[in-house]
């Protein structure tokens, strides 16, 4: 099917489109790398990842760069679903383009659920929030909400016993440690960090300092910071959920970071803070004890802390690239 077959009728308008993919972006990825491509062809929405964003060090397999499409992938979704377009995806239809992940059809969607409504307006307050937090609100109600979320993308929701604490915290500093010393390793980190003029890479202002990721424990080590106590009477209480997928292919890849959206966006929508760490599967010795504290097998890919913040103000959004960076409109003909 060509552009010239559809109705103007039968997908977005470009205004829609651009608004969409606008808000859509703010979906998170590791590092803040935003590692995806978009073409829109005048019939079908493309995604493509970015392998010149991908952490050679960190992420040498691209794991966590098609985690993150994913994550984008849903967000997009959701956006239009919000907008009356339903979207009918096919995932990694050219097996001759491995970059290709996705193609997006539309259809016409006059009423959308109100939660698709409220996940999309989710996407102006989402944030990463790297501090220690209290215990998730209503946490018994939203467990099962969000594994029927993740279930739709064939992947698995684990909530660790309290127990498994210890054992996280010293898989994360044996991971922080196995790098300590990798200079390759740590010129990515300091390039992606602490660098508040740009538009993409973690700000400084989103860091916190050695102090306060002590009282986090379960935590990556970015590059120091000036030293503040931010909580200072705070140690997290935050719950620790593990999302992981059947094997260890492209496309389950792809389906955990859109079951890491729809987990990041429901908590978001019930008031619920959050943080993704995939720093501990970077190692096998991290993906062996992660895999030792869930109770069937299948392969960790995402450790989510979700909490709840103290009452205060909302922080700076984290950077994005300009639109026309990453988003592309192909006229027909």
């Given at each position: 099917?060509?552009?010239?077959?559809?109705?103007?009728?039968?997908v977005p308008?470009?205004?829609?489109?651009?608004?969409?993919?606008?808000?859509?972006?703010?979906?998170?990825s590791?590092?803040?790398?935003?590692?995806?491509?978009?073409?829109?062809?005048?019939?079908?929405?493309?995604?493509?990842?970015?392998?010149?964003?991908?952490?050679?060090?960190?992420?040498?397999?691209?794991?966590?760069?098609?985690?993150?499409?994913?994550?984008?992938?849903?967000?997009?979704r959701?956006?239009?679903?919000?907008y009356?377009?339903?979207?009918?995806?096919?995932?990694l239809?050219?097996?001759?383009?491995?970059?290709?992940?996705?193609?997006?059809?539309?259809?016409?969607?006059?009423?959308?659920?109100?939660?698709?409504?409220?996940c999309s307006?989710?996407?102006?307050?989402?944030?990463?929030?790297?501090?220690?937090?209290?215990?998730?609100?209503?946490?018994?109600?939203?467990?099962?909400?969000?594994?029927?979320?993740?279930s739709?993308?064939?992947?698995?929701?684990?909530?660790?016993?309290?127990?498994?604490?210890?054992?996280?915290?010293?898989?994360?500093?044996?991971?922080?440690?196995?790098?300590?010393?990798?200079?390759?390793?740590?010129?990515?980190?300091?390039?992606?960090?602490?660098?508040?003029?740009?538009?993409?890479?973690?700000?400084?202002?989103?860091?916190?300092?050695?102090?306060?990721?002590?009282?986090?424990?379960?935590?990556?080590?970015?590059?120091?910071?000036?030293?503040?106590?931010?909580?200072?009477?705070?140690?997290?209480?935050?719950?620790?959920?593990?999302?992981?997928?059947?094997?260890?292919?492209?496309?389950?890849?792809?389906?955990?970071?859109?079951?890491?959206?729809?987990?990041?966006?429901?908590?978001?929508?019930?008031?619920?803070?959050?943080?993704?760490?995939?720093h501990?599967?970077?190692?096998?010795?991290?993906?062996?004890?992660?895999?030792?504290?869930?109770?069937?097998?299948?392969?960790?890919?995402?450790?989510?802390?979700?909490?709840?913040?103290?009452?205060?103000?909302?922080?700076?959004?984290?950077?994005?690239?300009?639109?026309?960076?990453?988003?592309?409109?192909?006229?027909?003909?």
């Amino acid at each position: 099917m060509t552009a010239s077959d559809v109705s103007l009728s039968e997908v977005p308008d470009h205004p829609t489109m651009l608004a969409a993919m606008r808000l859509a972006a703010h979906a998170p990825s590791v590092h803040n790398t935003q590692p995806w491509r978009w073409i829109f062809d005048g019939v079908r929405l493309h995604l493509y990842s970015d392998t010149d964003r991908q952490l050679p060090a960190a992420d040498p397999r691209g794991r966590q760069l098609v985690i993150s499409c994913g994550a984008m992938l849903h967000h997009v979704r959701t956006v239009f679903a919000a907008y009356n377009w339903h979207t009918d995806v096919v995932r990694l239809p050219d097996p001759e383009q491995p970059q290709h992940l996705a193609a997006i059809g539309f259809r016409p969607w006059p009423d959308p659920p109100a939660e698709i409504r409220a996940c999309s307006n989710a996407i102006h307050h989402r944030h990463t929030d790297r501090l220690p937090m209290l215990e998730p609100d209503s946490w018994a109600e939203i467990v099962p909400a969000l594994r029927n979320l993740v279930s739709a993308c064939d992947i698995q929701l684990d909530v660790l016993d309290e127990s498994a604490r210890p054992q996280l915290a010293t898989a994360s500093e044996h991971a922080s440690a196995l790098h300590r010393y990798d200079m390759s390793y740590q010129t990515e980190l300091h390039w992606w960090t602490g660098h508040s003029q740009l538009s993409e890479g973690i700000p400084r202002s989103a860091m916190i300092s050695d102090a306060e990721a002590a009282r986090v424990g379960v935590a990556r080590a970015f590059p120091s910071v000036a030293h503040s106590m931010r909580r200072a009477d705070l140690r997290d209480r935050a719950r620790l959920v593990v999302l992981s997928s059947p094997g260890e292919t492209v496309g389950e890849w792809l389906h955990a970071g859109e079951a890491l959206s729809a987990v990041l966006l429901e908590c978001t929508v019930v008031g619920l803070t959050t943080c993704a760490l995939t720093h501990i599967t970077e190692t096998t010795t991290g993906r062996k004890v992660m895999a030792r504290l869930i109770a069937h097998p299948s392969v960790p890919q995402v450790l989510i802390r979700i909490g709840t913040a103290p009452d205060e103000p909302e922080p700076p959004p984290t950077p994005r690239r300009p639109l026309l960076d990453m988003f592309t409109i192909r006229r027909a003909g």
